[in-house]
Antibody, heavy 120, light 107 residues
Framework: EVQLVESGGGLIQPGGSLRLSCAASGFLVSGDYMSWVRQAPGKGLEWVSVIYSGGTTFYAESVEGRFTLSRDTSKNILYLEMNRLRVEDTAVYYC??????????????WGQGTMVTVSS | DIQMTQSPSSVSASVGDRVTITCRASQDISNWLAWYQQKPGKAPKPLIYAASRLQSGVPSKFSGSGSGTEFTLTISSLQPEDFATYYCQQTHSFPRTFGQGTRVEIK
């Protein structure tokens, strides 16, 4: 059974750093496309970043240069390192997986989300 | 970036009603479009991919159509469990972008 479990969220001051984790089971994080999507309180969904099975990454312009996506294949965990956090980064962060272009990149499995609050 | 615009932003409907949601892309995305359902406090659930293909396990009352820049999601007979917010997403190019969402409410 595919399962994604996010952790690492919390309250952080503006300018601070946080690392989110997404622990995967039932599949290999190195074998699929892995993405982060966020949702600010009461708002819609916003795509954040993706890492391809080959390791290529893409980021939303709003986080480019501040967020870094990586993975630990030995632990089967996806990470989102978030630096220079801003108030507008406050959101629930979801990790999601897709099988890539073969399934038109639909995000078929999602975690439960982890809340990040950036506030002084 | 490709802008995705959904209409309406919200719709009030009764059980048994047929509901149609429209999603427009700011440029041609062929059929690289997905639809998701989200209930309060929960992660989004995939419904449709490639504009019209039903995700595994999703009931056939959901259907999608369209290509290019205009797409629709139809729920053929609304049931209590279908009251939720629906999002379209283009998967044609980066950055991936979502529509602003359509809230389906009980009339």
């Amino acid at each position: 059974e595919v399962q994604l479990v996010e952790s690492g969220g919390g309250l952080i001051q503006p300018g601070g750093s946080l690392r989110l984790s997404c622990a995967a089971s039932g599949f290999l994080v190195s074998g699929d496309y892995m993405s982060w999507v966020r949702q600010a309180p009461g708002k819609g969904l916003e795509w954040v970043s993706v890492i391809y099975s080959g390791g290529t990454t893409f980021y939303a312009e709003s986080v480019e240069g501040r967020f870094t996506l990586s993975r630990d294949t030995s632990k089967n965990i996806l990470y989102l390192e978030m630096n220079r956090l801003r108030v507008e980064d406050t959101a629930v962060y979801y990790c999601a997986t897709s099988c890539g272009g073969g399934c038109y990149d639909i995000y078929d499995f999602w975690g439960q989300g982890t809340m990040v609050t950036v506030s002084s | 970036d490709i802008q995705m615009t959904q209409s309406p932003s919200s719709v009030s409907a009764s059980v048994g009603d047929r509901v149609t949601i429209t999603c427009r892309a700011s440029q041609d995305i062929s059929n690289w479009l997905a639809w998701y359902q989200q209930k309060p406090g929960k992660a989004p659930k995939p419904l449709i991919y490639a504009a019209s293909r039903l995700q595994s396990g999703v009931p056939s009352k959901f259907s999608g159509s369209g290509s290019g820049t205009e797409f629709t999601l139809t729920i053929s007979s609304l049931q209590p469990e279908d009251f939720a917010t629906y999002y379209c997403q283009q998967t044609h190019s980066f950055p991936r972008t979502f529509g602003q969402g359509t809230r389906v409410e009980i009339k």
